[in-house]
């Protein structure tokens, strides 16, 4: 397609995406729910062929790929399919005393046209689960998948026009096609990537005054004390780091812990990882693959860097690579607070240790970092976990466990800072895609405001 091509074409869809908006379509909750159960059966019928996509493009196990992608978003719409209707209905507020007989209500109103960005790590998910949120509240949407998983992106935009025509349209494409939709005007602009981008997005935004929710990633650190069963946390935090090789954006980028407390995780981690995925994780088919040769040698350039001999670091487990096949061994390194590995998020399946005095001491470290998307304390130390609640702010905070707060469809999920602004899933997509009306109902009589009007002569013998 040339370049003039893309532009018709894409002003095209956003102008037939406004059309079925203007029409007043979108309102129903019937047509809602008939989307998202259409969405459903797409994901449903063509279950074999996205899962195929996503093995091509990330080397994602099936079973990986039901439970982060498909079978995440047949969860997610049936949630809301479920409680779609109450969460509509209008919320009522309390009305003043000054101000009654009066009913006050807030009225949630879709917003319009919804663009939807996407990156490449969980192709699927990341592009439809706002969608499920932009349809709920009865938008129409233009999804962006992104251009590094293109299997991915092509299976996207094979089906969702054949069972959403006229709610959701793909664009496929990158930087040139992205920055076109951005120069158009959208009711609310969805992103999920890294903050540079986000910046962008939120620039091409502020020109129409466009909401923007930006989900956006940075370094997620663990907390590890003595307390816990280390067996039991070394697992989990093997599990939440090496899904996905690595490239999930609520993964534990870096583990901090006394000396005493990382020298019993990284016994056990090794085992945790084996455990996982075989002695040879190059011969699992549990264990993904990075996603292109770039984003590869930068994995490997860390490797290098911080475990050269003059580095200070030291290798716990792993540290093999194939660049043929992208592959990077599924790896835990002894660091100091400066090593390479620790200036920006991983996003790969690097695990560093580093070691602080105390929690307070992990606290500080923390809190002298960009906000946390996520951040994950493993303690059984009451007061310990209080610290962590109180002292630091991130997008979520889990005891025991990573990553899983984002299969609780009532929690909001999103970042605060660095990390992002705005959240989704559940009822919080609906909130995000929705205006929220203020609406004042009073009657004319008996009128009871006659007290507030000028000349003031009654409310100046109350004052
Ligand atoms: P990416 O490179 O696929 O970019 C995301 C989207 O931005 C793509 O659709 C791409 O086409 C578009 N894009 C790229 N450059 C652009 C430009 N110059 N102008 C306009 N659009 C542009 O993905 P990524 O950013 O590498 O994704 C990884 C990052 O995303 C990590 O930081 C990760 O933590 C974060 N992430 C966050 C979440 C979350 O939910 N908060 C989820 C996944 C990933």
């Not at 091509?5 to 809602?32: E, M, Y």
């Not at 093995?55 to 047949?74: M, Q, V």
């Amino acid at each position: 397609m040339s370049a003039e091509q893309t532009v018709t074409g894409i002003q095209g869809t956003v102008d037939a995406a406004r059309a079925v908006f203007k029409s007043g379509a979108t309102r129903p909750l019937a047509w809602r729910l008939k989307q998202l159960k259409a969405m459903n059966q797409m994901l449903l019928d063509h279950r074999d062929d996205f899962t195929a996509a996503l093995a091509a493009d990330l080397g994602k196990h099936p079973a990986e790929a039901w439970l982060t992608e498909i079978g995440f978003l047949t969860s997610e719409i049936a949630h809301t399919v479920k409680h779609l209707e109450g969460w509509l209905k209008p919320r009522r507020a309390q009305v003043p005393l000054a101000l009654a007989p009066a009913r006050a209500t807030t009225v949630l109103e879709p917003l319009g046209v919804v663009l939807v960005i996407a990156p490449w790590n969980y192709p699927i998910q990341l592009l439809l689960a706002p969608i499920i949120g932009a349809l709920a509240a009865g938008n129409t949407a233009v999804g962006k998948p992104s251009e590094m998983t293109p299997a991915s992106s092509a299976a996207l935009a094979r089906w969702v026009p054949k069972y959403l025509d006229g709610a959701v349209s793909i664009v496929e494409g990158g930087v040139p096609e992205t920055t076109e939709l951005l120069a158009r005007r959208f009711d609310h602009i969805f992103y999920t990537g890294n903050g540079r981008v986000g910046r962008i997005v939120m620039a091409a935004a502020a020109k129409n005054l466009t909401p923007v929710t930006l989900e956006l990633g940075g370094k997620s650190p663990v907390f590890v004390d003595e307390s816990v069963d280390m067996i039991a946390a070394a697992r989990r935090i093997a599990w939440g780091k090496f899904m996905n090789a690595g490239q999930t954006c609520v993964a534990p980028d870096y583990v901090l812990g006394t000396d005493a407390a990382l020298a019993k995780l990284a016994r056990e981690l090794p085992l945790a990882i084996e455990d996982l995925y075989g002695a040879e994780p190059a011969h699992s088919l549990a264990y993904g693959r990075i996603v292109n040769d770039a984003a590869f040698g930068r994995l490997a350039g860390l490797l290098e860097a911080d475990l050269a001999p003059e580095s200070g670091s030291s290798l716990v487990a792993g540290g093999g690579t194939d660049a043929a096949t992208r592959y990077v061994e599924p790896t835990v390194l002894h660091v100091d607070a400066e090593a390479k590995v620790m200036e920006e998020e991983i996003f790969g399946p690097l695990l560093p240790l580093v070691t602080v005095g105390s929690a307070a001491e992990a606290i500080a470290f923390i809190n002298e970092r960009d906000k946390p998307l996520a951040l994950y304390v493993f303690s059984e130390d009451q007061g310990v976990r209080k610290e962590f609640m109180e002292q630091t702010s991130s997008g979520a905070l889990n005891f025991g466990v990573p990553v899983a707060h984002l299969s609780v469809p009532g929690l909001p999920f999103g970042g605060v800072g660095e990390s992002g602004m705005g959240s989704y899933h559940g009822q919080h997509s609906i909130d995000t895609f929705s205006h929220h009306k203020a609406v004042l109902e009073k009657p004319l009589s008996p009128d009871t405001l006659g007290f507030i009007y000028p000349p003031f002569g009654s409310l100046k013998r109350q004052l």
